[in-house]
């Protein structure tokens, strides 16, 4: 079974700071997804990672797939409130469909 | 349409009840996915279609779960005696292809809450 854990869980900052979440797998993954899911609304795709070592820059956020395509972080740097919301990552298997395997999940609250 | 839509957003139904969720994709899109999310967790797999022939149900939780697209556009999935475990937000999600490196859109969901 494919497993992403991703951390924290829960992250709470003053606006300003940086902040690193986290996402890892004992699974290898032909790629990787990043989304942002406000609440009641569905998760809305930030960036795909496809090559291990891979780094894509979406303004203020860098995204980085590990060397060996089982885990991925997201760094936002001088975070604002309106990056407040549910991030989540999520895994993808060339053998198996479109079918993404999503971690728990990170709320992001950014404190004004 | 622009986007994914599902109905209804919001469902409550009295334990044993049936339901039957709505999805309709964006046009002409070939793929189409069923996620379940329960609170404060991340969206898991229940099931896939291309087209109209389902090509993955390997997530459905029971057997009282059921989904179909019979014409390869419009969806639904329906839950046959529901119970208090399958209070969650139900989430559809149709891309143009079955290529992975396509993206997948979203639909705003329908939060079902079975008492």
Do not use: M
């Not at chain 1, 989540?88 to 298997?93: E, F, I, K, S, V």
């Amino acid at each position: 079974t494919q497993l992403l854990e991703q951390s924290p869980q829960f992250l709470s900052i003053q606006e300003g700071e940086n902040l690193t979440v986290y996402c890892n797998s004992s699974s290898v993954f032909s790629s990787l997804q990043w989304y942002r899911q406000e609440p009641g609304e569905g998760p809305v795709l930030l960036v795909t990672v496809v090559t291990g070592g891979e780094v894509k820059k979406l303004k203020r956020l860098t995204f980085q797939f590990g060397d060996a395509r089982k885990d991925s972080s997201l760094h936002i740097t001088a975070a604002q409130p309106g990056d407040t919301g549910l991030y989540l990552c999520a895994g993808a298997d060339d053998n198996q469909g479109g079918k993404l395997i999503f971690g728990q999940g990170t709320e992001l609250s950014v404190k004004p | 349409g622009a986007g994914v839509s599902q109905s209804p957003r919001y469902k409550v139904a009295k334990r044993g009840q049936d339901v039957a969720l709505r999805c309709d994709p964006i046009s002409g899109h070939v793929s189409l996915f069923w996620y379940q999310q329960a609170l404060g967790q991340g969206p898991e797999f229940l099931t896939y279609f291309q087209n109209e022939a389902q090509l993955d149900k390997s997530g459905l939780p029971s057997d009282r779960f059921f989904a179909e697209r019979p014409e390869g556009s419009v969806s639904t999935l329906k839950i046959q005696r529901t119970q208090q475990e399958d209070s969650a937000v139900y989430l559809c999600a149709s891309s143009a292809d079955r290529g992975l490196r396509t993206e997948a859109f979203f639909g705003q969901g329908t939060r079902l809450t079975v008492v």
